[in-house]
């Protein structure tokens, strides 16, 4: 669906995406201090049109809109963030795009860590679990023994 | 002449201010949080997701709650909110073969690669009520086992890849978009599809039920049905490159429908498709089985003059905010046409009886 990109870019487009799926309460707790900053565009709460597929793979078609938030930033030294999220959380869309504007700094390295590593692993725990109980009811067909094949 | 009355203004507050008090109930119950009717009314919430053709879980629970559960009344203040909200953009058509499955059954295949995963569904229980839910309780955690990371292809790609179904080829056609531009006919399939997604759902239900019944019979099996989650990919214009920025539950079903062929092609299945906001499978299937009985023009089959096969009845008809709407409003005062026409029976009986009079 995507086209290749450079791995800058998908390296942004990969946190920019953990950042906008985090629960808002856990982005605001991972990232309590936020750095000074200025507002290029203040959260700002509106909709994005989601799109469907007919069949799955033919032509496109409207679903129905999703609220989103979004933000933009710029830190005291220069870097731009940006954020788009899901929901109308204004805090979450703030946060989402300083810190998409710190990973474009030295301070990669420990947001890296102190954020989008413990998102990215709760993330991926919520799916998991999801995904064993799913497992769980799946089911397993075997074939009753009948009397004329004996 | 038009006589303009006022004086129900004060009726009317003390009306809104009885309807919060009954809204709340009985104040020794706890009344209940946004937070609650979201998590445990989770499929009532779908529905005024789905209508309200918003995806956004906390405020379809407060409109629940503010509608005092009255779902429809709920659609229409999400739909009324919506109006008030800048539209960003469009997503990416979203991936529906890449699906979190929660839910995935094929009623025409038994193994199939992904295998049938019945989810957390209503299906094969005993439609008992448990009193047990009357008393607040712990609920045992669901038994998980070891996920297999294997993909969960369409059922309908594999009968595709032997030519015996109706094919759904890429294309990237402009969807047209019916809250923007009003409904012209004849629709496209892509709008037809955004109407019947933000259907009312007994509406869609009762006219996918008469197609079973015969009227515009087209014999459909669900193919498939998957329940999970997809993410949404936006193209942000400040970056210039797409980011997932959510994602969305969804219901989607695809039913595998009698045959088509022609001189110059053998017979193939056809398909009928249904795609909901939410945890919807009545309405996912309802909505496949109307989309079908739909194309019986571009399947070159007969007008039989059922409803399910009417267009205009079907667009025209299945938004419930737009029948309220108009259902309602004749609820509301009408004194001066009702005056009309009093006056104008009036004319006319004293007319008859001039008229009776006279040719006695």
Redesign the interface.
Known sequence: ??QP?PPE?AR??DW??AL??APPGRLAALLPDLPAHEMLRAP?????????????????????????T?C?VRLAGGAVG?A?????DKGHAARAALADALMQTDAAPRIEAQVLAPLRAEAAQV?????????????E?FTMLRGEDA | MYVAVKGGERAIDAAHAWLAEERRGDPAIPELTVAQIREQMALAVNRV??EG????P??AALAIKQARGDLIEAVFLIRAY?TT?????????????AM????RVSATF??LPG???????FDYTHRLLDFALAAEGEVPP???????DEPVP?V??LLDRDGLIEG????????????RQPLELPAS???R??AL??ADEGFTLSLAYSTQRGYGRTHAFVGELRIGRV????D?P??G????????E?T?C?TVNQFKGSKTEPPQFT?G?G?V?GQSERKAISMSLVDRALRWQELGEDFTGAPAQDEEFVLSHCDNIQATGFLEHIKLPHYVDFQAELELVRRMRREAVQMQEAAE
């Not at chain 2, 979190?100 to 839910?103: G, P, S, Y």
């Not at chain 2, 295998?115 to 569904?121: E, M, N, S």
């Not at chain 2, 759904?168 to 809250?179: E, H, I, S, V, Y």
């Not at chain 2, 490159?241 to 969305?248: D, L, R, T």
């Open positions: 669906m995507s990109s870019t942004r487009r920019i995406s906008a799926k700002e709460i509106g909709t994005v049109m989601v799109q469907g597929r007919i069949g799955g793979t033919g032509a496109p078609f409207n679903l129905g809109e999703m609220t989103v979004r933009s940006h788009c999220v899901q929901g109308r799916r998991a679990s999801r995904a064993a109980k799913a497992a769980a009811t799946r089911v067909f | 997701m789905a053709s918003l995806y956004d906390d405020l919506r909200l800048p539209r960003f953009g469009v997503s990416r058509p979203v991936d529906t073969a979190a499955v929660d839910r038994k193994d295998g049938q995963v019945l989810g957390p569904t669901a038994p998980q086992a070891p996920a297999r369409h309908t790609g759904q080829p890429r294309d990237d056609t402009p969807a047209p978009d019916l809250t399939r892509a709008l599809l955004q997604a933000r993410a949404v990919q936006v942000l400040e970056l490159f797409a980011v997932e920025i959510g994602e969305v969804l989607e695809d398909r498709y795609l906001m």
